[in-house]
């Protein structure tokens, strides 16, 4: 008879967000959604930025939670996407095997997995990664989940220069519906609060800028929100537009949120996914 205070030997993989994440039912949704500091990308002109056509490098971090006596062997695959609130369309990356020790004694790191975006990839493109381990695998259809799935992340995240003295901007993106059926999603967005600002300021070694009353419209609207109606694996590229409330000065940046939730159930809605857009100045 099995003694229920005695651990089963398994395995709880999770991409971290954050530290001590454990990736558990009541782990908090990640914050912010769009970036995952355990997806880290070298060989490219910056953190965010890309050279289409180019190698570059792309590590990925793994902690494992379970009650294993050794460590458990990972399979971890990055894939690359049009920036977008919804995955629906992914093109692969790269691969690689970790050995990730149990008990979350130790996070461990994918050695480097190379691989090129194509020439003709739009300038930016996110980055999707899912880690599993090698004895028990997520079945193929499994619908990507990087929010409230911990085996799956993303850095998901576009920059958008602007000239000393320009305060409007505009952005598009591809809202997607992963979903095996149709479904309504409410778009919104946000400016990037303080916590988000500080969390980009570290990888961009730029000091962040708040701006809470920035002006955002999604489409023609007059508003920061949108309804969509979207069919079973469909894609719709949205567009943003907004003001500053104020200039960036040198070495400095602001951001801002768009968000996808699934309202088809739940009126105070599902979050589905998210993408940054960090607005910086371009001083030539």
């Known amino acids: 008879m099995n003694n229920p205070e005695i651990p089963t030997p398994s395995t709880q993989l999770v991409i971290p967000y954050f530290r001590g994440d454990r990736g558990l039912p009541d782990r908090p949704i990640p ?18 930025t890309f050279t289409p056509g180019s190698p570059m490098d792309v590590t990925v971090d793994v902690a494992n939670y379970g ?33 990730v020790p149990s008990h979350g ?27 599993t381990a090698l004895a028990s695998t997520l079945p193929q259809d499994t619908t990507p989940d990087p ?45 990037a609060d303080e916590r988000a600002l500080q969390g980009l300021a570290l990888a961009l070694g730029a000091t ?31 567009h943003l537009s907004g003001n500053l409330t104020q200039e960036l000065r040198r070495d400095t940046f602001t951001a801002v949120e768009v968000a996808q939730f699934d309202i088809t159930e739940n009126p105070d809605g599902t979050p589905v996914g998210a993408v940054g857009l960090i607005i910086h100045p371009d001083y030539g």
């Open 31 to 48: 914050d912010p959604w769009y970036y995952c500091p355990s997806i880290r990308v070298t060989g490219t002109p910056g953190p965010f």
């Open 67 to 99: 009650a294993g006596t050794s460590v458990a062997a990972a399979s971890v695959i990055v894939w690359w996407a049009d920036p977008t609130t919804g995955f629906t369309t992914l093109n692969w990356f790269g691969q690689a095997v970790v050995a």
């Open 105 to 131: 004694t130790h996070v461990a790191r994918t050695k480097p997995i190379t691989g090129t975006i194509p020439a003709s990839a739009p300038p930016h493109v996110c980055l999707l990664a899912r880690v």
């Open 147 to 191: 929010i409230n799935e911990p085996h799956w992340a993303q850095l998901n995240l576009t920059t958008h220069p602007v000239t000393p003295e320009q305060t409007d901007f505009a952005f598009s993106w591809q809202a997607g519906n992963p979903g095996k059926e149709g479904a309504s999603y409410r778009l919104l967005a946000r400016p």
């Open 208 to 238: 962040p800028v708040t701006m809470p009353e920035m002006d955002l419209r999604i489409e023609e609207g007059d508003g920061p929100t949108m309804t969509v109606e979207l069919d079973a694996g469909e894609q719709r590229r949205m």
